[in-house]
């Protein structure tokens, strides 16, 4: 398929800012729309589950629109998700965040809380594992995150990773699992980095 | 590692970016729109809008929309007028990553919660305009009255509980002078929050902006005024404060 014609589905599920992903989609050159509806979903060749927010009311309003089990059956047919920030930790299978919350578990893992210190905001390095050739071009590329919780969970599924300073704890900054892809980090706000990786990744055909 | 930010900052009023004396006189500068594109384009680390004559109307959601139709690839963060969590939630939505709030710590404090509830504590960011007084006493000023006041007990519990994830210690007085930030206010806050700073008002030149980066409870600064003046002014400052962890600068190459 000629990946500029390649079409983008934006999983609208209420929680977030949807239209500078949808922009940033289409100055890449995708087609992209935004859509909360099975039948159109079911059209994209790429779903962006992007979020801001909290994971207890973010999975509430992915049950509540039934995309819950959605989601489930599009990653076992091997078709590319991709959350981004928010969108990422709801590819887990929980949260402690305000609580235990069951996640998509399309990755396993848990969300939790970082620790010290609590935040990790502002534009980080990455550093991506051996094995991605993917995300390799993005190694030591500057990234903007924004969050307060953070994966955990099996090296398999862990891509890059980030260090709030020296020496400190490595805070993961992306997981995949086939074609099931998150990014921690906002692809979409860290300019042309963020913008490079993110076409190569709808760009990736998995078939 | 995490690097510092040199956040571009724009004040708009009465529908119009403005440049700021102390928040008391104005210049109209032009659309906010074509400020907040020029920060994006010249590769700032962070846009911070900051809408100073709200009062009761709740935040400026077309504006917000206005700027994220803009597409810009920079975190934009939004303050004024945001009083409640349905106010928080809509700016939000509507294209701001994350919210400044004042005047709401005053009123009702008891909203910052509710709001984290919805956006997430690391999208709210508290801020203080502080004034130090002829003695050396370090002041709250409240804009809407017009006059300073010791810093409640309530805005204390709010930065002691990390409610917020950062704090932005505004220059009251030096915002919009550009001579420079007055560090008294940053050594009277320090001892009161764990919080990551960031710091507004007065600041124009990079030895200005170094001695604030160079503290390491400074995680950013807000620039104004100083950056409309002249093209790619986010480079020409980066260029001069190499030493500091700061991300390398990364203009926009093609529009």
Redesign the interface.
Known sequence: MNKARRTVGIVDYGV??H??VL??V??LGFRARVSHSIDQLDQVDVMLLPG???FP?AMERLHSLDLVRYLHRASQLGRPIIGIC?GMQLLAESSTE?GLTAGLGLIPGVVEAIGQ?????????LEILPGHPLFQESDRE?M?F???YAYQGPKDFVVASC????GSSAIVAAIARGSVMGLQF?P????????DLLARLIGEDFS | ?????LIGTVVVRQGWAVQSFGFRRWLPLGRPECLVENLDRW?A?GIAVLVIDRGDQGPDLALI?RL??L?????LTYGGGVYNEADA?AA???????LILDTVLQIDPSAVQAMA???????LVAALPLVSDAHGIVRHWLYRRREAVPISDEVLRILAQ?TV??LLVIDTNGEGYGRGFEETLIDAIEPLTKL?LLAFGGLATSDQVHLLLNRPSC??VLVGNSLNYREHAIGHLKANLTDLPL??H?P??TI
Not at chain 1, 188 to 195: R, Y
Request: aromatic share 4%; proline share 6%.
């Open positions: 977030g800012n239209a500078s922009r940033s289409r100055q801001v927010g909290a009311m928010l305000m210190p609590r935040w990790h905001i502002g534009w980080n390095g500057v903007y924004n969050h307060s260090r709030v300073s020296e906002h979409e706000k860290s300019q042309a980095p963020g913008l | 590692m995490l690097r510092k930010r590769g680390d929309k994220s139709a597409g810009l690839s920079t975190p939630g939000v939505q509507a294209g701001a990553e994350r509830r919805i956006v997430g504590v690391q999208a990390e994830s950062e990551p995680a950013g991300r390398p990364s926009r190459t």
